[in-house]
């Protein structure tokens, strides 16, 4: 590998020497990162030069090389080098695609998107096994270049496809997967993610023709005729019950705004006949649509109020919930440190219960918040506690989301060889689960 030390001040930077200290497996990946090097040092105008001159190395591996480099580049903070990279990819992309077979996999987000749509459309189609195929390619390449996002929303889909299926229990744990990168994940908020890539993503909407929906639509009808039926013998409580079902089944089916109206005529029911077992339940749920609807502020609120009847009840299991609901609307809302104070009031109820896979989540959740207010070593600090319990339990999954935070966390300290080791860790675990 060349020396950098010599290189021209002008030049871009990298850690790609501290990269290979722990990437180099095999001569052919220090190939790659001897011409990665090559065009991070060399002038810009000879690129595309030094691109057909190498043709032999141009290849899908180079492909993936670059944008695992690219990622501790722009962690770092070294975002001329990134780009200069990024519009490299872009062109090597364009040259593997015209020399691949058909059986190799382009690494880049712009394949992982293509991918994305691709089983999106098949989805839609009801070719179910082939929409599972493309996400599942699709999840591989989000993996290698450590988007927890874009593989949060593909474990999402794949859920959709297997439930579609019949295949139950993995969709359970497709879910679940997802689930966990939402609540431990380093990065923003997922709503806020959700949200953004929400049309250029492909998300798939829930408008299945399975058993699932005919299901969900029949119990919305028989609720429908149990809340009319109620309203017209005045039987408030079962009315309030028939409201709140209403709510639950479109929440099922990801059309939230409908449920938020339901729940809260639910809950206006419940407060006036004094149902407090009613109103409990409620509220969680009002707060949960509010966060599916960014809401955040409402959410805070509804939250709040849940809190105080948990209180009233000394109900410990209510109150972490409330204390966990409240610090995700305001880490979500950027207010850091009262993000922090709620964790760690949750963290306090979670130790007291000896709930050992709640301590965990709080745990990274506080880490988190860490990250986010840019105290690295108090990040490492909990994401280990976290990632200790992890270990503890057998939970691996869990393990190797912490290790992908933990990553970043070394990354924002510009300790690259340190976060190509738990990044690559990480991708072990998730590769072995799949």
């Keep these: 590998?060349?020396?950098?030390?010599?290189?021209?001040?002008?030049?871009?930077?990298?850690?790609?020497n501290q990269y290979c200290v722990w990437a180099m497996n095999d001569d052919r990946q220090q190939v790659y990162l001897n011409f990665v090097n090559t065009l991070l040092v060399c002038?810009?105008?000879?690129?595309?030069?030094?691109?057909?001159?190498?043709?032999?190395?141009?290849?899908?591996?180079?492909l993936q090389t670059l944008t695992e480099v690219t990622e501790f580049l722009t962690w770092g903070g070294d975002r001329k080098a990134a780009q200069r990279l990024r519009w490299v990819s872009e062109r090597i992309l364009g040259l593997?695609?015209?020399?691949?077979?058909?059986?190799?996999?382009?690494?880049?987000?712009?394949?992982?998107?293509?991918l994305v749509t691709q089983g999106t459309h098949q989805y839609q189609a009801s070719q179910f096994r082939e929409a599972l195929q493309s996400w599942q390619q699709a999840l591989s390449i989000y993996?290698?270049?450590?988007?927890?996002?874009?593989?949060?929303?593909?474990l999402n889909n794949m859920g959709i496809a297997l439930k579609s299926l019949g295949q139950y229990q993995q969709a359970i744990e497709n879910y679940q997967q997802s689930v966990a990168i939402r609540r431990e994940g380093g990065d923003r908020p997922w709503l806020e993610?959700?949200?953004?890539?929400?049309?250029?993503?492909?998300?798939?909407?829930?408008?299945?023709?399975?058993?699932?929906?005919?299901?969900?639509?029949?119990?919305i009808e028989h609720f429908r005729k149990q809340q009319k039926l109620a309203n017209s013998i005045g039987d408030r409580l079962v009315e309030a019950k028939a409201w709140h079902n209403l709510g639950k089944a479109h929440n099922s089916l990801e059309q939230p705004a409908k449920a938020l109206e339901y729940h809260q005529k639910a809950l206006a029911i419940q407060r006036s006949i004094g149902d407090r077992t009613g109103e409990f339940a409620s509220l969680e749920l009002l707060a949960q649509t509010c966060e599916t609807l960014q809401t955040f502020s409402e959410a805070i609120a509804y939250y709040q109020q849940y809190l105080d009847l948990a209180q009233q009840q000394n109900h410990n299991q209510a109150l972490s919930n409330a204390w966990s609901g409240l610090g995700h609307g305001t880490f979500a809302l950027a207010n850091y440190p009262q993000a922090l104070q709620y964790y760690q009031q949750g963290l306090a109820i979670a130790q007291t219960q000896q709930n050992q896979a709640e301590v965990s989540l709080y745990f990274s959740s506080i880490g988190k918040t860490y990250y986010a207010l840019q105290d690295y070593q108090?990040?490492?600090?909990?994401?280990?506690?976290?990632?200790?319990?992890?270990?503890?339990?057998?939970?691996?999954f869990g393990e190797a989301i912490v290790l992908d935070n933990l990553s970043k966390v070394y990354s924002a300290l510009e300790d690259y060889t340190q976060a190509m080791q738990y990044h690559q860790q990480s991708l072990a675990i998730k590769r072995q689960i799949r």
């Design 96 to 114: 593997v695609q015209e020399h691949r077979s058909e059986n190799d996999l382009a690494v880049s987000p712009e394949e992982a998107q293509r």
């Design 193 to 219: 993610i959700r949200a953004k890539h929400s049309d250029t993503q492909g998300w798939v909407e829930h408008h299945v023709r399975g058993e699932f929906h005919q299901g969900m639509q029949l119990a």
């Design 1 to 16: 590998m060349a020396n950098l030390s010599g290189q021209n001040s002008d030049a871009p930077r990298s850690p790609i």
């Design 43 to 62: 002038p810009e105008d000879e690129i595309e030069s030094r691109l057909q001159a190498n043709l032999s190395v141009v290849n899908v591996g180079l």
């Design 378 to 396: 108090q990040a490492i600090h909990y994401y280990q506690k976290s990632l200790d319990i992890k270990k503890d339990s057998g939970d691996r």
């Design 143 to 154: 993996q290698i270049i450590g988007d927890s996002a874009g593989e949060a929303r593909v």
